[in-house]
Each structure stands twice: as C-alpha cells, then as structure tokens.
Nanobody
C-alpha cells in the first residue's frame, strides 16, 4: 500500500491550492482517506476525511475554507485549500484506514510522506 501526496508549494495569502493523494496497492476500496497537517514545533492535527461512501468530515477551524473530494477512479483524493492564511506553513499528510475519523489519527494504517505548503504574505 502506498500513498503519495502532491500539489504542495508556495502560495500567496488569500490564494488557493489543491493537494492530491494518490493511493495504490489496496485490495479493497472500502477505505477512508484523511488529511492531516503539522506545522513546525506543533502537534499534528486533522483537517478533513472522506469515507468510502462519500461522507465528509472537516475540522471546525477550516471547514469553510476547504473541500475534500475523490476522483472518479477513486484512487485519488483531493484537498482544495482556499483563502490560505499567512500562518499556514505546514506539511500536509494523507492517511488511509477503514474507520473515517478526524478525531483519532490512530485509526489510520497507512500514511504518505507529506507535501509542504508555504503561504507568503
């Protein structure tokens, strides 16, 4: 099983960015994908998750600024980030598991290597 994030980079404050998480190696398609982020010196925090049946969850602090979706092929999940803030210099990780949750990272069995997002003023 492999998860590969992409789409990170430099974006201006107020701008938008779309991250991708490409999943491969799964023998079943009933897994949830979640996005987490971690800023330097801070704990990892959940951002959003998408269950296998399309149910979405968002962390309260970002839910009005982002959207999670799945490609038609179902092996890629996107995270659209809008209205980026200056303090959002962080690494975004995607994770996969069979239990969709934005409260407990322990339910996710597989993690990607992360993609860094830097917001400039």
């Amino acid at each position: 099983v492999q998860l590969v994030e992409s789409g990170g980079g430099l974006v201006q404050a107020g701008g938008s960015l779309r991250l991708s998480c490409a999943a491969s190696g799964f023998t079943r398609d009933d897994y949830a994908i979640a996005w987490f982020r971690q800023a330097p010196g801070k704990e990892r925090e959940a951002v959003s998750c998408l269950s296998s049946d399309g149910h979405t969850q968002y962390a309260d602090y970002v839910k009005e600024r982002l959207n999670i979706s799945r490609a038609n092929s179902k092996n890629t999940v996107y995270l659209q980030l809008n209205s980026m803030k200056n303090d959002e210099k962080t690494v975004y990780y995607c994770a996969a598991g069979h239990i969709p949750s934005i409260r407990y990272s322990e339910v996710y069995d597989y993690w990607g290597q992360g993609t860094q997002v830097t917001v400039s003023s």
